[in-house]
């Protein structure tokens, strides 16, 4: 059913978005002008000079720390685990007759090494993604990534195991 362009104007989401920029558009359209203003008043403010503030809050602090320490190693098992787990449920649903659902993952899903080498490859890819976030001083994605990937497993591993 095709509607008319006037009738999605009543949607709530474009009606919002209309009414936001509405008064957007009024709030820039309200300027001073100088020659209302009295003379000392429209005179230039001295330039202060503003300088950031230090903290020394350590949460805010650029954390360096080893590449392999604690936090790391248990991301990287954690989501090697669930790599491993997701490879188990994979190969077991495509030799009952099940297809698998994420294409790049199918061009490797014919034999289990060619499934076992999609796992292990996605493994070290988390890996060296880390270590590129790592190096670049990027400390919360380089945790992230892991942690985003043992998710995707995770939810990969419950998908394949309800829908057996």
């Given at each position: 059913m095709r509607m008319h362009w006037f009738l999605s104007i009543f949607k709530p989401r474009t009606a919002f978005l209309l009414a936001v920029l509405g008064l957007c558009r009024t709030g820039v359209a309200q300027q001073v002008s100088f020659e209302l203003l009295p003379a000392r008043a429209a005179s230039p403010a001295p330039i202060v000079k503003i300088e950031p503030v230090q903290t020394e809050n350590p949460r805010e602090a650029p954390r360096d720390h080893r590449f392999w320490d604690r936090q790391n190693s248990?991301?990287?098992?954690?989501?090697?685990?669930?790599?491993?787990?997701?490879?188990?449920?994979?190969?077991?649903?495509?030799?009952?007759?099940?297809?698998?659902?994420?294409?790049?993952?199918?061009?490797?899903?014919?034999?289990?090494?060619?499934?076992?080498?999609?796992?292990?490859?996605?493994?070290?890819?988390?890996?060296?993604?880390?270590?590129?976030?790592?190096?670049?001083?990027?400390?919360?994605?380089?945790?992230?990534?892991?942690?985003?990937?043992?998710?995707?497993?995770?939810?990969?591993?419950?998908?394949?195991?309800?829908?057996?």
């Open positions: 248990l991301l990287f098992a954690t989501s090697a685990a669930f790599s491993a787990a997701d490879f188990v449920v994979t190969r077991d649903n495509l030799r009952s007759g099940g297809q698998e659902l994420n294409p790049a993952v199918g061009v490797f899903g014919h034999s289990s090494a060619g499934l076992a080498m999609n796992f292990v490859g996605e493994t070290a890819g988390v890996i060296g993604l880390s270590y590129i976030f790592h190096k670049t001083g990027h400390h919360k994605l380089e945790r992230a990534v892991s942690m985003l990937n043992t998710g995707a497993s995770a939810a990969a591993v419950t998908f394949g195991l309800t829908h057996r």
